[in-house]
């Protein structure tokens, strides 16, 4: 069975993870095509890469709450924009992740 998922040549650290950017074709009420620069930025992605957990007081590392392949929602202007492998990829803080989308 094939597999879906993208291997990424990067590892984040510490608490944050790799999304790609979901984009989700808008449509208007009344079915017309929204062009892109009418659009609101968007705020779910699926998760390519996730780091090994922040590092809490007692030296110990804390459990991260998304694995790879989540669809999550996350803050609207966080994260890090970043080319990779002709790809475009964000990188942000597991704080900035406001949920997974299950389902």
């Given at each position: 069975m094939p597999t879906t998922e993208t291997k990424i040549a990067i590892k984040p650290l510490g608490d944050r993870v790799v999304l790609e950017v979901l984009e989700e074709t808008e449509q208007s009420s009344g079915g017309i095509y929204l062009p892109e620069t009418a659009r609101e930025k968007?705020?779910?992605?699926?998760?390519?890469?996730?780091?090994?957990?922040?590092?809490?007081?007692?030296?110990?590392?804390?459990?991260?709450?998304?694995?790879?392949?989540?669809?999550?929602?996350?803050?609207?202007?966080?994260?890090?924009?970043?080319k990779l492998e002709n790809k475009e990829v964000k990188i942000m803080s597991e704080k900035d992740i406001l949920g997974i989308i299950e389902g």
């Open positions: 968007p705020q779910k992605g699926k998760i390519l890469a996730v780091g090994p957990g922040k590092l809490n007081d007692s030296g110990k590392r804390d459990e991260m709450q998304v694995q790879v392949g989540n669809v999550v929602l996350f803050a609207k202007y966080s994260g890090t924009d970043v």
